[in-house]
């Protein structure tokens, strides 16, 4: 006998995960991407610790935690950090506040 068959899993269950698979790879995806550019640091890096906190606490507590566990454990600690500091001066958040600040001002003086 079929082992899924016997613990009742069907055929959605396998749809629900690899769906699930496919939501946390683009959100891993667009927010290292937007974390590269600098854009959305803060949010980009705070998608990016809830999904390595997931995948920390769902996927990798098996029998390789030490390895597996260990990247997305030190991946999840390193968006803390940038949700913490933010973009540095050299990102596009840094220079999209710094245009609107300037845009601020001139909007008040005149």
């Not at 937007?34 to 990798?60: C, E």
């Amino acid at each position: 006998m079929n082992p899924s068959k016997k613990l009742g899993a069907s055929s959605s269950t396998k749809l629900g995960a690899s769906r699930r698979a496919f939501i946390a790879k683009g959100a891993e995806l667009s927010g290292g991407l937007f974390v590269f550019m600098g854009l959305f640091t803060r949010i980009a890096a705070s998608v990016i610790a809830f999904t390595m906190l997931v995948a920390t606490l769902v996927a990798n507590l098996g029998e390789n935690f030490v390895i597996d566990g260990g990247f997305t454990i030190s991946y999840f600690l390193f968006a803390i950090i940038l949700v913490k500091v933010g973009a540095g001066k050299y990102s596009l958040d840094h220079l999209f506040r710094k245009k609107g600040d300037v845009l601020f001002y001139l909007s008040q003086n005149n």
